[in-house]
């Protein structure tokens, strides 16, 4: 990833580590941002799927790393025993790891419907997302594999 500068705002860290969870080769990666949300943990959520319990293992360890280079404050981790779901908690921005049939089962996005939701595109730009989209494309993720 090159030399890392310490996020000036929690957006630029939620989008530091969906571009850690790109480069870990996850999917369906979503940053949700929450901020305007009075009942909200966090201010953003990453949302993202792995494919194994090692995959899982190499992007919450890369998200450590990171942000150890980055300087900041180490973050919680929990969820790694379980190998479904894995917790990184940066206070202002959480990162959820989740196995493919986690995510299908939980629906997160379903949950903070009313968040503002942005994909990762391969630039690093962020691109915003119509909610309806993103919950149409769920629907039709948890059919896919429901079949």
């Given amino acids: 990833m090159g030399k890392i500068a310490k996020p000036r705002t929690t957006k630029g860290l939620a989008t530091l580590m969906a571009k850690v969870a790109l480069e870990k080769k996850a999917n369906n990666i979503l940053l949700l941002d929450l901020s305007k949300i009075d009942t909200a943990p966090t201010d953003f959520f990453v949302i993202c799927s792995c ?14 790393r990171t942000s150890k280079d980055a300087g900041l404050k180490r973050p919680r981790t929990e969820g ?25 089962f939980y629906k997160l996005e379903q949950l903070w419907a009313d968040a503002a939701f942005y994909s990762l595109l391969e630039d690093g730009k962020l691109k915003k997302l119509k909610q309806k989209d993103v919950l149409d ?4 993720e948890r059919i896919s594999h429901e079949i």
Avoid: C, Y
């Avoid at 494919?51 to 450590?64: H, L």
């Avoid at 790694?80 to 299908?104: C, P, Q, S, Y």
């Fill in 51 to 64: 494919d194994s319990e090692p995959q899982m293992d190499a992007i919450v360890n890369e998200m450590e």
């Fill in 80 to 104: 790694l025993t379980g190998k479904e779901w894995a917790l990184i908690d940066f206070f202002d921005v959480v990162v959820h790891v989740m196995h493919n049939r986690a995510r299908l």
């Fill in 137 to 140: 494309s769920i629907i039709g």
